[in-house]
């Protein structure tokens, strides 16, 4: 089986530009979660989606966004760059909701 | 809210040393604890997991203990190897939610 695949992996955007990252989990996988991942944070939760349905929001402002699309691939959207949101953005899915998280290699966005 | 206190951020041992690494979480509902080992340029990976309903687990060289009552868990690595260098991740589930709260990670370095 196929691991989760993350697109692009590196990307660099300029302050006020928006980003749209990819993310197509595990055949079979049906819930797909996105993290934030800078040095000192850890993994901070962005939002997790099932059959294409938001089910958990993280503490994220509002220029955060994602979708599901009915073959479980996800997106996620930042909009209005700024400094602070580079990061490695990383994709995970799972096939049940308390089961292990696999996780993509990510999406590295270095905001300039 | 939901907290998870991991220590210490870095850990040097030598070759066929053990390491430890503990979590402390805030939530005394939470009842899932994986934890996460990354390599250099890589999404995390599940390398073990306990249940609350579980005090101690083991896989080979590597254990988790959990203390509900503390509400505490911690990684021990036995006889470590230059390739267990990577850094470590632990979490907690959120009840009631599909999201994880992750430590801010320890590195691990092995001297050979």
């Known amino acids: 089986k196929a691991g989760v695949t993350q697109t692009p992996r590196y990307l660099i955007k300029t302050r006020g530009q928006q980003v749209t990252l990819s993310c197509s989990p595990i055949?079979?996988?049906?819930?797909v979660s996105w993290y934030q991942q800078t040095p000192g944070q850890g993994l901070q939760f962005l939002f997790e989606y099932f059959s294409e349905t938001q089910r958990n929001k993280g503490n994220f402002p509002g220029r955060f966004s994602g979708r599901q699309f009915s073959n479980s691939r996800s997106e996620m959207n930042v909009s209005t760059l700024e400094l602070g949101d580079s990061a490695l953005y990383l994709c995970a899915s799972s096939e049940s909701n308390t089961g292990e998280l696999f996780f993509g290699e990510g999406s590295r966005l270095t905001v300039l | 809210g939901e907290n998870v206190e991991q220590h210490p951020s870095t850990l040097s041992v030598q070759e066929g040393d053990s390491a430890v690494i503990k979590c402390t979480y805030s939530d005394s509902a939470s009842n899932y604890f994986p934890w996460y080992k990354q390599e250099l340029g890589k999404g995390p990976q599940l390398i073990i997991d306990?249940?609350?309903?579980?005090g101690e687990k083991k896989d080979q060289r590597i254990a988790v203990t959990l203390n509900k009552t503390a509400k505490h868990f911690s990684l021990h690595i036995t006889e470590t190897q230059p390739e267990d260098s990577a850094v470590y991740f632990c979490?907690?589930?959120?009840?009631?939610?599909?999201?994880?709260?992750f430590g801010t990670g320890t590195r691990l370095k092995v001297l050979a």
């Open positions: 979490a907690a589930s959120v009840p009631g939610t599909y999201k994880y709260i």
């Open positions: 055949s079979g996988h049906r819930s």
């Open positions: 306990i249940r609350s309903n579980v």
